[in-house]
C-alpha cells in the first residue's frame, strides 16, 4: 500500500493510526499541504479532492479518511475499529463526526488560507477563529465521553475510529496553542493513545517529510 500523506495533516494522521494499528506495511508518497503540491494537475487527477490523505492499494485508490479507514476495517478487520455491534458502532461514529464533520473542515490549512489570502483576516482573527471551533466542537466531544465514555480509549479498553479522530485533532489543537484545561476527559484519552507505540509510530514527529 501507499499514502499520500502530510505529516501535520490530522486526516493523513487518522489514517496513519489505523494502519499501525493494524499492522499494515505502507510506503508514504509526502504531499506538500504548505506548497500547495495537492494542486498539481498530476495529483488531482488521481485524487478529485485536492487533497490528503489518499490510499492507494494495487490498482484501487481512496481518498476521504474516515471512508479510507472502513476500507482498512474491510480488508484487514484484526482490530476492529468501527464496531459490528449497532450501538457501539453508533456511539464511535457519532464522536468520530463530532470531529471530523464539525471540528476539522471550519478549520484545516486550507480554509484558514482563505481567511487570511482571500478575505484579508490577521493572524489574529485567524487564531481567534480557530480557537472558537475547538471550543465549539470538544465541548461537545467533551460531554459525548462523559456520558458515554468508558474505558482507558474513548470507548472501552481497544482503540477505535474515534480514538483515531481525536488525538490528531487534540494534537494540533495544543500546536495552536488553544486552552484545553476545560476538557478533562479526551485530554485522558490523548495522553493514554499517545503512549502506545502504534500511535506513536503514526505521529506527525515521525514521518520522513517532518519538518519543525
Not at 88 to 104: M, T, W
Not at 167 to 188: E, F, I
Amino acid at each position: 500500500m501507499q499514502l499520500h500523506s502530510f505529516f501535520n495533516s490530522s486526516t493523513s494522521y487518522r489514517v496513519r493510526i489505523a494502519l499501525a494499528l493494524k499492522g499494515v506495511a505502507f510506503e508514504v508518497l509526502p504531499i506538500n499541504l504548505r506548497k500547495q503540491e495537492q494542486r498539481a494537475a498530476d495529483y488531482v487527477a488521481i485524487n478529485p479532492s485536492a487533497g490528503v490523505p489518499l490510499l492507494t492499494d494495487g490498482d484501487f485508490s481512496l481518498s476521504q479518511s474516515l471512508a479510507i479507514i472502513d476500507y482498512l476495517d474491510a480488508t484487514h478487520p484484526t482490530p476492529r475499529l468501527i464496531p459490528q455491534d449497532a450501538r457501539e458502532r453508533a456511539r464511535v461514529l457519532e464522536l468520530s463526526d463530532a470531529i471530523a464533520c464539525d471540528i476539522h473542515p471550519v478549520n484545516n490549512m486550507r480554509i484558514l488560507r482563505y481567511l487570511q489570502e482571500e478575505l484579508g483576516a490577521t493572524e489574529a482573527q485567524k487564531n481567534a477563529w480557530y480557537h472558537h471551533w475547538i471550543r465549539e466542537g470538544l465541548t461537545a466531544v467533551e460531554t459525548l465521553l462523559a456520558r458515554h465514555g468508558h474505558g482507558a480509549y474513548c470507548f472501552g479498553d481497544a482503540p477505535t475510529l474515534a480514538d483515531c479522530c481525536l488525538v490528531p485533532q487534540v494534537a494540533n489543537a495544543q500546536r495552536m496553542g488553544c486552552d484545553l484545561s476545560a476538557y478533562p476527559n479526551a485530554l485522558r484519552v490523548y495522553a493514554h493513545c499517545t503512549a502506545q507505540p502504534a500511535f506513536q509510530q503514526a505521529a506527525p514527529a515521525n514521518q520522513p517529510d517532518y519538518v519543525k
